[in-house]
């Protein structure tokens, strides 16, 4: 069996459990994939899928990618991902992969997607300093402080937490728990937030550290 699936999140809302309890999920639109290139031990040294997820106008493609495409007569894919599969030979170049096939209620799943960007931030923001005093006369208020060292090594070593870029990184977030599958809509909900902004594209595997 396949080990995760390619989505799109679509954004929260809640829903009510069994029990009564009222429970924060992120909806995910996952699949369906296409199987687009099966990888083998005996041609790649590996075993894998290649899925193909939402779908793309076929003049906005290259030619080379249109012919890798037409091997699964589906069309053309906006994204390509390959993700590994216990047994390879149980699929065809061009089978469609489904939400229920991969997961199912209680599953435990990590989600990888691309954070938000929050463009050029100070130390506070980035890396939760507390800054200087906010009082009058203070002059020191939300910079970094002191980085450097005396006259020897006299630089600033490498790796120190500085402003800079913050977010826009690929983000993996573990041990979310699926709380249910809508297979006739294609739909997962999982359990609380995952990476990125709405309709990014996101990577649902099982959990590598489920029990």
């Not at 960007?117 to 910079?143: D, E, T, Y």
């Amino acid at each position: 069996m396949i080990q995760g699936i390619l989505g799109k999140k679509l954004g929260m809302t809640q829903v009510f459990v069994a029990d009564g309890r009222r429970v924060p999920v992120t909806v995910v639109e996952a699949g369906p994939c296409t199987v687009v290139q099966k990888k083998t031990e005996s041609t790649d040294g590996y075993s894998a899928l290649q899925l193909g997820f939402l779908a793309k106008k076929t003049h906005r493609v290259s030619k080379p990618m249109m012919g890798h495409f037409k091997k699964a007569d589906q069309g053309a894919f906006a994204c390509l991902r390959e993700l590994a599969a216990d047994n390879v030979d149980d699929y065809q170049v061009g089978d469609q992969i489904t939400c229920d096939v991969v997961f199912k209620p209680g599953d435990i799943i990590d989600v990888t997607g691309t954070g938000k960007g929050k463009g050029f931030q100070g130390v506070i923001k980035r890396w939760g300093f507390s800054g200087g005093r906010a009082s009058h006369g203070s002059k020191f208020h939300r910079g970094p402080g002191a980085i450097g060292m005396s006259a020897w090594p006299a630089r600033v070593h490498k790796g120190k937490k500085m402003p800079g870029q913050m977010g826009n990184v690929q983000v993996t977030q573990q041990n979310l728990e699926v709380v249910e599958v809508r297979p006739e809509q294609n739909l997962i909900l999982i359990k609380g937030a995952i990476p990125g902004p709405n309709n990014g594209l996101v990577l649902l595997r099982k959990g590598v550290k489920a029990k």
